[in-house]
């Protein structure tokens, strides 16, 4: 597409010249058809990458329509809700999350020590909620983002649980096209859950599996939330998997705005990030303009959970799976827990395994720097160093 772009707009004329010039050399060229010039030969290499591009987008578009979910669920009970339950309490107990993700939440609450320096980039309000968000770069590996949200008027528990909900979720946000529960344990109330949600269509859709756990602490909630292996469900080339994700909130009840006294409102401190396989600045610029728009929502389907809890609904599972909850001391200490061996890596922050390269991204560098070689031949020193040898050589012609 750039190079669609520079050869019609631009029109380079000094590349006949330099044509012009190497002919005496590459006598092979002239068996082309007459007229087959530099601006021909440009389009038709630049028309046959844009033809390749328009293939892949729609076929992408196509695809969308089509996909199906990886497995039917399994019991008809469930089928309306749109997932099945596979109990495997073994397995959720010991390889979802873990005390050590908790202790990264807590690492982020405490601030690590100083060490992370958050950006503030967004402070919004409405009559009955508040918002701040930061975001912190670190040299390598994915931006991490970190807000303060307040709702007047809620509870610690009623936000827990809606946030929790898969089956409402769809209703406030519409990016979640499918979800479905593949693990649960009835004692920690641990989960794995596989969810796939919509990218505009130029992208494939993302397919996340995501393990979660919520530890409580007197009426305060910690609840973890992060991508996890599972063999059981291999991967595909569509939806592409997510697996750099950790999204995690705390919970807890603090006192109105109206300064009554009453710790009535309810304040929400999430931290964020995730690899989508997308570059950088353009997640960055996404988020930027699309946040303000995203938590306008969310706030409007909290109102409606909270209106539907009101008139006594009953509760789906997954809304009391959030209420079974592993107690930990008030003070959010958590020293009492032992680590089991290995489990010292998988709470690392935020470095993609993926990244080998010291963070440098090749193939934006190799695109960078052909469009400056493109604008020096044009207008610098480069471009008039050929012009005038193409010159000689056909004046000394």
């Known amino acids: 597409m750039i190079g669609l772009v520079i050869g019609w707009s631009w029109r380079p004329r000094w590349t006949g010249l330099v044509f012009l010039g190497l002919r005496s050399k590459f006598r092979f060229l002239w068996t082309a058809p007459p007229g087959f010039g530099a601006r021909r030969l440009w389009f038709a290499f630049t028309a046959l990458s844009a033809f390749s591009l328009c293939r892949k987008i729609w076929s992408n578009f196509r695809s969308k329509s089509k996909v199906s979910p990886p497995e039917a669920p399994e019991s008809p009970a469930m089928e309306n809700a749109g997932y099945a339950i596979v109990p495997s309490a073994k397995a959720v107990r010991e390889n979802v999350v873990t005390e050590n993700d908790l202790e990264h939440l807590l690492n982020f609450l405490d601030g690590r020590g100083g060490e992370m320096e958050w950006q503030s980039f967004m402070e919004k309000s409405t009559p009955n909620m508040s918002y701040q968000a930061w975001r912190h770069e670190p040299e390598t590996g994915a931006t991490v983002y970190r807000s303060r949200t307040v709702f007047e008027d809620a509870t610690p528990e009623l936000v ?5 909900d898969d089956e409402s979720r769809p209703k406030w946000d519409p990016m979640l096209s499918y979800f479905k529960i593949l693990e649960e344990c009835p004692e920690t109330g641990a989960m794995v859950v596989h969810w796939i949600k919509k990218f505009p269509f130029f992208c494939s859709d993302r397919e996340y599996i995501i393990g979660r756990r919520i530890w ?3 009426k305060s909630y910690y609840c973890v939330t992060k991508c996890v292996p599972y063999p059981g ?3 595909c080339d569509k939806p592409r998997r997510v697996e750099l994700y950790f999204s995690s909130w705390f919970i807890r009840a603090v006192e109105s705005s109206k300064e009554n006294g009453q710790l009535s409102a309810c304040e929400v401190t999430l931290f964020h990030y995730e690899d989508m396989g997308i570059p950088k600045d353009v997640a960055k610029l996404g988020v930027r303009h699309g946040m303000w728009g995203a938590v306008k929502k969310l706030h409007s389907g909290m109102r409606a959970y909270q209106n539907a809890r ?4 009953s509760l789906s599972r997954i809304a009391l799976m959030a209420r079974i909850t592993t107690k930990i ?6 020293g009492c827990f032992e680590p089991t061996p290995g489990e010292e890596e998988k709470g690392e922050l935020v470095n993609d395994p993926r990244q080998k390269d010291n963070g440098i991204d090749w193939k934006w560098l190799v695109l960078g720097g052909t469009v400056a070689l493109v604008c020096g031949l044009h207008s610098g020193a480069i471009g008039k160093a050929l012009l005038l040898g193409a010159g ?6």
């Open 310 to 313: 009101k008139s006594e609904t």
């Open 392 to 397: 000689q050589r056909v004046a000394r012609r």
């Open 329 to 334: 001391p008030s003070d959010g200490s958590i």
């Open 160 to 164: 827990r649980d809606f946030f929790w």
């Open 233 to 235: 469900l291999p991967k």
């Open 216 to 218: 409580e602490a007197g």
